[in-house]
């Protein structure tokens, strides 16, 4: 059984767009993450919810907003897509906040932005 | 804040030698310093993890060790195999801190 899922596996989308990613695990957790994945490999941590209640929230461009219907699910959504948000984007999950605790990561969204 | 240096960034080793990557962390309060390896168009994957009131772990072809004093821990991989071949990524964390800080990540390669 997939454990934490996103959809979809590969978004190709035009500048000024508007786009979603969702996410959802069947684990349990209690709390959820967004990464972005450069072209560099470099992992940032964008947001992260607490059953549903926004925890962590980097340095991000106020066009990317989190939503968290419930606490297995976690939606990412970009308004007015730009080139530089080309990326891959996990989403995680673990079983309570925290830094000392393994986050079980999902198999990526890759975007590109054209 | 947090801060997590890996290297070197990337790595080249003969199959069967061992595979040495090295990070060290700026928080002192860090107690919890997991190992993530991250195979071609995969995800991350934990491989191995290590506590702050241990010094040494090892799962059978892997190690890590920690020294607490010089805030530096590294990951061994011995006897490397084609299959080793990824990108391992370093982080710490600590309890009371709501996220864990990844390092930039090495790129390993296993020539055979």
């Known amino acids: 059984d997939t454990a934490v899922s996103q959809t979809p596996k590969y978004l190709v989308t035009q500048m000024g767009n508007d786009k979603s990613i969702k996410c959802e695990q069947n684990?349990?957790?209690?709390?959820m993450y967004w990464y972005k994945q450069d072209s560099k490999k470099f992992l940032k941590i964008m947001f992260s919810?607490?059953?549903?209640?926004?925890?962590i929230n980097e340095t991000v461009p106020n066009r990317f907003s989190p939503k968290s219907p419930d606490k297995a699910h976690l939606n990412l959504h970009i308004n007015s897509l730009e080139l530089g948000d080309s990326a891959v984007y996990f989403c995680?999950?673990?079983?309570?906040?925290?830094?000392?605790?393994?986050?079980?990561f999902g198999p990526g969204t890759r975007l590109t932005v054209t | 804040g947090e801060n997590v240096e890996q290297h070197p960034s990337t790595l080249s080793v003969q199959e069967g030698d061992s595979a040495v990557i090295k990070c060290t962390y700026s928080?002192?309060?860090?107690?919890?310093f997991p190992w993530y390896k991250q195979e071609l168009g995969k995800r991350p994957q934990l491989i191995i993890d290590?506590?702050?009131?241990?010094g040494e772990k090892k799962d059978q072809r892997i190690a890590v060790t920690l020294n607490k004093t010089a805030k530096h821990f590294s990951l061994h991989i011995t006897e490397t195999q084609p299959e080793d071949s990824a990108v391992y990524f370093c982080?710490?964390?600590?309890?009371?801190?709501?996220?864990?800080?990844f390092g930039s990540g090495t790129r390993l390669s296993i020539r055979p």
């Open positions: 995680a999950s673990s079983q309570k906040a925290g830094g000392v605790v393994e986050q079980y």
């Open positions: 684990l349990g957790h209690d709390t």
């Open positions: 919810y607490n059953n549903k209640e926004l925890i």
């Open positions: 928080d002192s309060a860090s107690n919890y």
């Open positions: 290590i506590r702050s009131n241990v």
């Open positions: 982080a710490a964390g600590y309890s009371s801190a709501s996220k864990i800080i």
